[in-house]
Structures are given as structure tokens and as C-alpha cells.
């Protein structure tokens, strides 16, 4: 069965579709024959296909970005988000479909997150963890004719998990190994690591989000250059790191709490970018202004946010996954692997931790692919009414079957 997933993380930069091969898992063998714990030969076969990406237009970004950040938006303009975002998912489904020349038979899409708050907290008296992914399913199914799963997250939350990651159940199914520890590093606007020791069960996979990926460099390249990003990693290439400021930013609440733990646009948006910009202006007073406070160089505070965003990664794998020489090996994948600034300092930092530093299309999944896999993984998984959650990895109690799937 061909599945197209479809991803649209918190960039917001766009729409990424995968197909996929997907086949059924084969029976375990001879009845009662006793299966190794994590052997591999019952699980649904991946095979990648093809990928395309298809950046928002400049005004459905802005109009994607200011509904996330806002508090009072008008309830009308999301209901109208919610179907754009569903005929914008379909165009990108046939506009992949005839790239490629293949047709697709199911769709995973994970829609657009516009709020995530995995953590309960208390409304109206009650104690409730929420989460909304927008780009209506009924409309692709009914643009694309075939059927769509969609909305993963409230099924895990429902059975007491965050909702998210969800990328782990990929990552379980592809990169597990009897020998090799691996750490799986997905930089997208946020980061999130899935770690796998040698011969894990699916229990023993640990997975959380480390903190800001491409998010907190993004805002302050569109704040200070009027760019979506630090294109190449040129800006801070050229600029000084302020390293007080990267080392206390780092060393902000999110990153002690132990995880699994879950963020987003809350925790690091716009108010923390601002935050950091404040604060490298701050400590950027010359001692020749004799105090008095001099803006910091522009290049210079998207050098510190590279280093800041560098140094949380690292210090998350420090803290929470490496340990004993377990793991040897990273495979990175998201956008970030494509600011080569970000990714020479974290390479430097994960050999020193004993991680060989690899990349996703070394495996067979362009790393601007993953995630969008990941959903065509988990649709294919709920159409045959099988569960796909990792509990160990967002704190649901029990595994469910995700998403909701809408006919043509
Ligand atoms: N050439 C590049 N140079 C620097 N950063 C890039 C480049 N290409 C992509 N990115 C970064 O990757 C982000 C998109 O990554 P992606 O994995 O799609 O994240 P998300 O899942 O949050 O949408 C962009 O917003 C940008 O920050
Ligand atoms: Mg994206």
C-alpha cells in the first residue's frame, strides 16, 4: 500500500509529503514460536518512495504564525485556517504524487499544530492537557479520494500521555539495533531527540524534546534581518558568541526538568526571543560606553542563539541519554541539518560525548523527509487498528490506536 504523510511542523516554513511502501507485517512464525523481544520480523515494512517539499505562501505563513502566537485570535479566521490548510495539504499531496508519478492509497497528515500544552493544567476547575492540529481530514479525503488519518495527538493524551513525540514509533521501527546504541536528532523549530540502546524493547526507548531547534535562530533572523532564517548558517558564521548569555539561557528551567517533557511556541516563541535579544543587549555594554547600553551586533545575537540552541542539545544528551558508552552513534534529521554553523559546533560537542554524528539519507530517509515518514508510518498503523504511541515516550499509560480517519 502506497501512504503519502504529510508534515507542516513549527516552522511553519511549509508542507512536507513523503510516500511510502508500507507493507503488512509477517505472521510471527509457526504458532507459538517463541519471538526474540525486539526482533524485527513482525514489523510493517518501510519503504521509502519519494518526498517533496512545498513551502507555505509568504501570507499563509504569517497568517499560520500570527494564529499561533496569538491570544485573542478571531475564532471565524480559524475555522477558515482549518479548511485552507486542508485544501493546501491535498494540492501538495497531487503536486508530490505527480512529481513523482506515483498515487498514493491512504494519507497520513498531521495537520498544523496551533496549541500544544502536553502538561495538565487547571481550566475551569479541571485538570486537562490539550492540544490542536489544524487542516481539516474530510477535505483531503474528499479532494484526494481516498481515505485520511489525521489528529494523532488526542488519542495519547486522552490515555493520559503528552501527545507527543509521536516520531519515536519510526524511529523504533527503522533504526533499532542488537549492537549499536543510537540517538536519533530531529532539528526542526523544535528539537527532539529519540534515543534507542542496544537491543531496546519498545519500552526502553527514551524520547523527549529537548528545546528550541530552528525556532528561537528563526525569529530573530526575521526580527533583526527580515529573513525566515539564518540561510546557510551565514549570519552567525560571522558573528561573536556572547557566551554568558548562551550558557544562562541554557540553563533556563525547561532544560532541568527531566523528561520525557514536550515544548513548543509556548515556552520558546516570541516572548523568549525576546527575552534573549534583551539580553544580549544587555550584557553587549561596551566598557568604553562607560554603562551606558549599546544594542548588541545583530550578527552577534544569531551567533549566540546558534550557540545557545547548540549548547541545550548537547547538555540534554549529556544529562538525560548518554551514559556508559551506550550510544555511539546521532543520526540527525529536520531543517537544521541544513545551518552547517549549527551543526559543526554540535558535531564537536557530540564527539566529545562519544557520538558519531550520521545523517538520515545515509539511511535511506532525506533528512527533510522524516517526519512526514513518520505520519505515513503511524496512518498505515491506525488503518489496521493498531496502536502506535510509545508510552515511554510521551507518558500515556497504555498503547492506543491514534488519529481519526476520515472516507472520501
Ligand atoms: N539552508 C538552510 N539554512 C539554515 N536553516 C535552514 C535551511 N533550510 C532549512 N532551514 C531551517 O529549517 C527549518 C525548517 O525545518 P523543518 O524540519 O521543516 O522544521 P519543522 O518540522 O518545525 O517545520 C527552517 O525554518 C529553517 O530554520
Ligand atoms: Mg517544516
Known sequence: MI????????????????LVEMSARAQAAGGGAKRKKNSKSTDPKVRFLGHAELPYPADVRRLVLASMNSPRASVADLARLNFLLGELYSE??????KRLGLK???????????????????????QLAVTWQVGDGSRIAVRLGIPV??????????????GAPLVPY???LLYRDREVGRVMLNIGGIANVTALPPGATLEQVIAFDTGPGNMVIDALAEQLFGEPCDRDGTIAASGR??????RRFANESYFRQKPPKTSGREEFGREFAREFLQACNSSAVPASAGGKAAPAEKRDVIATATAFTARSIRDALKRYVVRKGQFTELIASGGGTKNPTLMSVLARDLGELGLRMRSSDE????????????????AFETWHRRPSNVPSATGATRPVVLGKISYP
Open 149 to 162: 488519518v489525521s489528529d494523532f495527538r488526542p488519542a495519547d493524551m486522552a490515555a493520559g500521555g503528552k
Open 363 to 378: 539511511f535511506g530517509i532525506p533528512s527533510g523527509a522524516k517526519e512526514a515518514v513518520a505520519f505515513a508510518v503511524l
Open 104 to 126: 498514493a492509497e491512504l494519507v497520513g497528515c498531521h495537520g498544523q499544530t496551533l496549541y500544544h500544552q502536553g502538561r495538565p493544567a487547571t481550566f475551569q476547575g479541571r
Open 92 to 97: 501538495a499531496v497531487l503536486a508530490a504524487q
Open 241 to 246: 558568541v556572547l557566551d554568558e548569555v548562551a
Open 170 to 172: 519510526l524511529d523504533y
Open 3 to 18: 501512504v503519502a504523510g504529510v508534515m507542516s511542523g513549527t516552522s511553519a516554513d511549509g508542507i512536507d509529503v513523503a
